[in-house]
Nanobody, 118 residues
Framework: QLQLVESGGGLVQAGGSLRLSCAAS????????MGWYRQAPGKQRESVAS??????????NYADSVKGRFAISRDTAKNAMYLQMNNLKPEDTAVYYC?????????WGQGTQVTVSS
């Protein structure tokens, strides 16, 4: 089993920045995909950004709504993942979840609230 813990959420004014972190612990085995999702009130959970976890190379993908503002990164040695969020907008307000996938399946964190005031 893999346990994921997010941190770094909070309240920020529009135009501000936050950095989310996701730390993995437990039985870690060949994590191959890491991603951030978010769910706003009354809406479905959506993918925000993802990063493949290779030994020497990786690729990233972003939702159109966050391209150019958010950046996903990983630290393989620490089994951690980050989401740098810049130029935040009120529509970015949501609970943000991290997800990691290994050969056994996918795992979710408990979520961290991000609130952007106008």
């Amino acid at each position: 089993q893999l346990q994921l813990v997010e941190s770094g959420g909070g309240l920020v004014q529009a135009g501000g920045s936050l950095r989310l972190s996701c730390a993995a612990s437990g039985s870690i085995f060949r994590i191959n995909v890491m991603g951030w999702y978010r769910q706003a009130p009354g809406k479905q959970r959506e993918s925000v950004a993802s990063i493949t976890s290779g030994y020497s190379s990786y690729s990233t993908n972003y939702a159109d709504s966050v391209k150019g503002r958010f950046a996903i990164s990983r630290d393989t040695a620490k089994n951690a993942m980050y989401l740098q969020m810049n130029n935040l907008k009120p529509e970015d307000t949501a609970v943000y979840y991290c997800r990691m996938t290994d050969a056994r399946g996918g795992y979710w964190g408990q979520g961290t609230q991000v609130t952007v005031s106008s």
